[in-house]
């Protein structure tokens, strides 16, 4: 299996990025197909002590970046280490694309340059959060701001698939994010939607509250990109600043220092738990090749994880379940 | 200064809220007047030694709980505590009115038994919650999931004047909330929001993503009512849920009991800045006259907070200020 990695995607490309995948050709037996700049990624390897076994550099010399438009991955930056990422995966040259650079061309280009999964209306933006007790999907996460009933039913029967297939989770409890329980509850969009998955095959567990979303109520959580986007950033958000809270405290004094040395432990544990570096990447699901995005700020273990789910969501022919789901 | 308090309110009713209006008595220079069953009202605070000193009981038997319907309020629920309350306000009997109940039955009366402002379109739930940098409050949290581009302007007026009449905030930053901070970001309902804020003389800082609301970017977050809610309710999810993963560190093992007893004083800190009891009330602004909802779960503090709210609300004239800021 091969997989395409954006060698140029993200605020610590190449040599996370690099690092990453030579970690994951040892630990997952895959191949990587690197696109970007053939000399930089030779020589950070090269300087860094990174293998280059087993993978393969397209070369390319652009690169698109967090200031370049969603559309420019269609034309102006179409030869950029993401353009030509999407091109090799068109070509058959890979199994899946990973990328950690600009979320919404990534998307813009798993929509219109690979495609969607035939009957469905709208590609999803679909990572995977921490919650109290595991971990759950969240879709779509901002591909599309608009959203009508349907596509929400459809990003529903997909994630029902990616929990299941990839992340191996029996019967995965679909919920709907909403402003209260009750089935008249949030505008219309919501209300139609609740209709149809309480009349779905899916395991439906009806609106899920803001407040109850981190406590790991279900294994999916529904709604459209704005709400999703909005959700997903202030999760992030909240805990990064909380985060930072703690180490203050354990920073700021000497007592806070010794309390450290006793807990350190724990503290990474949970730390790790709630870091999205350790949930890797999250599926542009919906899309007909497999393609994933890895956070921005992405170290090389996130990497590592991403490549790992990529392989899991090709062995497990998720594209292929997803397309039957939908008949 | 007289503040009407629904007793029976939020679900620490009577107790805690009886608690709170004799520490409000004492600490703003208020007379109270409690709305809900006198019999047991006396019988509470005579059993906790809670004074009765300024305050009075408008008798009444029902409870409008958190299972009613918003629009019980209005009619099944009118002779209830929230609905007594309403009508002590409309008939002049305080200057204000504040409960812990039902928030949508809340809602409910202040836009249809007290009514709207002259000019506002809907009044909007207002909560102020902490960041990393002090407070900034959210709007609206949920009291109307469908907005206009004209609803959200005025929040953003409202909000405006709420943080500087009553939190002291010179110039308040208003942010909106959004999914990327370029101007063309969003829906149409938040491009043409943004359009309007930035054409306007409130001190207008542009679209704030999820990530950056709890930084304390802005002094006020606008958005639609359901937007709001999920944003409102995630951020106290993710933060009653972290807080609880550090509770079981220091609790879990006789090494976090000696790290906790080592750091406990800068984690009561931590712990109360994040605390939605320590900024008490939410208003709901655009009434006609004060309405402050104090959160459900509410201790005797946050009744505290939250009347000394209504105070600095009613004395700043706030109603006034902004009935002149929409002309």
Redesign the interface.
């Known amino acids: 299996m091969t997989i395409i990695v954006d060698a140029f995607g993200g605020d610590n490309a190449p040599l996370e990025v690099l690092k990453g995948c030579a970690e994951a050709v040892q630990k997952f037996d895959v191949d990587i197909l690197l696109t970007g700049k053939a000399d930089t990624i030779k020589k950070v390897a090269a300087e860094n002590n990174i293998s280059p076994e087993r993978m393969t550099i397209e070369d390319c010399d652009e690169v698109l970046t967090m200031h370049d438009t969603a559309e420019s991955v269609l034309k102006a930056k179409k030869n950029s280490s993401m353009g030509v990422g999407f091109r090799m995966l068109n070509e058959g040259r890979g199994d899946a694309f990973l990328s950690a650079g600009n979320s919404g061309a990534l998307c813009m280009g798993a929509t219109l340059l690979v495609r969607r999964i035939k009957g469905i209306k709208r590609p999803a933006f679909a990572p995977v959060l921490p919650?109290?007790t595991g971990c759950f999907m969240l879709l779509d996460g901002?591909a599309n701001?608009?959203c009508r009933p349907e596509m929400l039913r459809q990003f529903a029967v997909m994630a029902s698939v990616y929990m299941e297939k990839v992340m191996k989770v029996d019967k995965p409890r679909i919920g709907l994010?909403n402003?209260g329980t009750e089935d008249h509850k949030?505008?219309?969009l919501?209300r139609e939607t609740y209709a149809l998955l309480r009349d779905s095959q899916l395991n439906f567990v009806g609106n899920i509250?803001?407040?109850?979303?981190?406590?790991g109520v279900c294994d999916a959580v529904v709604?459209d990109?704005?709400?999703g986007?909005?959700?997903?950033?202030?999760?992030?958000?909240?805990?990064?600043?909380?985060?930072?809270?703690?180490k203050n405290?354990?920073t700021?004094?000497m007592?806070?220092k010794?309390?450290?040395a006793?807990?350190m432990k724990?503290?990474k544990v949970?730390k790790n738990?709630?870091d999205y570096n350790t949930y890797g990447g999250a599926p542009i699901l919906g899309a007909s090749k497999p393609v994933f995005k890895v956070h921005g700020n992405a170290k090389a273990i996130t990497v590592v994880n991403a490549i790992g789910l990529c392989k899991d969501y090709v062995a497990a022919k998720a594209i292929d379940v997803i397309s039957a789901s939908l008949k």
Chains 1, 2 share one sequence.
Not at 209 to 215: A, C, N, T
Not at 229 to 246: D, P, Q, R
């Open positions: 919650s109290s901002g701001v608009d994010a402003v949030g505008t219309e919501y509250e803001g407040r109850d979303i981190p406590k709604c990109g704005f709400t986007n909005m959700i997903l950033k202030t999760y992030e958000g909240v805990a990064s600043v909380l985060m930072k809270e703690i405290i354990f700021g004094s007592k806070g010794m309390a450290a006793l807990v724990d503290l949970m738990r709630f």
